[in-house]
């Protein structure tokens, strides 16, 4: 079984950085499709980026250019760099991860992300 589990939440001000990280266990990591998703209060969960077993990229356009999402197959651990953080990225996080044949999907519990002054 695959369990997904997110770090590196936190406070930062506007402009600032951070770096979250999922973890995956097992040995099925290179055959799954990752990606972040956000959740603010009073919304609906967003994809943010997502990463292919090719690790071919996508991104919602609000973060383009801002936030880079990355996997290194060897330490089954996915990234996103997230710079110039705005206040309106502020959610839960959450890593997500599907079989690259679509099926069977799994979720992180999630990490808190919090931009402000």
């Known amino acids: 079984q695959v369990q997904l589990v997110e770090s590196g939440g936190d406070l930062v001000q506007p402009g600032g950085s951070l770096r979250l990280s999922c973890g995956v266990s097992?040995?099925?990591?290179?055959?799954?499709?990752m990606g972040w998703y956000r959740q603010a209060p009073g919304k609906q969960r967003e994809l943010v980026a997502s990463i292919t077993t090719a690790s071919r990229t996508n991104y919602v356009d609000s973060v383009k250019g801002r936030f880079t999402i990355s996997r290194d197959n060897a330490k089954n651990t996915m990234y996103l760099q997230m710079n110039s953080l705005k206040p309106e990225d502020t959610a839960v996080y959450y890593c997500n991860a599907r079989h690259f044949t679509g099926g069977l999907i799994y979720w992180g519990q999630g990490t808190q992300v919090t931009v402000s002054s």
């Open positions: 097992g040995n099925m990591f290179t055959t799954l499709v």
